[in-house]
């Protein structure tokens, strides 16, 4: 799972689980959870990514330059795997929120 510091999950462990057991029967790269941004509503923020397949994707990225996108990068990343490579992900289901996104924490607004 990737999760950025500016968010606050509110779920259990065992919510979390269940979730992932149940995106487990798709074949996807990455799959998402739901968050409440306090500036955009309801976005895909958080990322679970497939163990196996990560040192495929990594083998395939490596050596690309993705620095050119600053804070959007695992964004830009997944993107070219899917388009270009064929590691498909999925934006999860809106259900339910898993937390909340922190959007301003890092301009002390």
Do not use: Q
């Not at 976005?43 to 996108?69: E, N, Q, V």
């Amino acid at each position: 799972m990737a999760v950025d510091a500016d968010v606050m999950i509110t779920k259990s462990k065992e919510w979390i689980e269940n979730y992932c057991e149940k995106m487990n029967e798709t074949s996807w790269f990455c799959f998402t959870a739901w968050l409440d941004c306090t500036k955009r509503g309801l976005i895909t923020g958080l990322h679970f990514y497939r163990t196996d397949k990560c040192k495929d994707a990594y083998d395939i990225i490596k050596k690309k330059d993705f620095s050119w996108h600053k804070g959007r990068e695992e964004y830009k990343i997944c993107r070219l795997l899917k388009i270009d490579y064929n590691f498909f992900y999925s934006g999860g289901t809106p259900e339910e929120s898993f937390g909340t996104h922190l959007f301003y924490i890092n301009n002390k607004i």
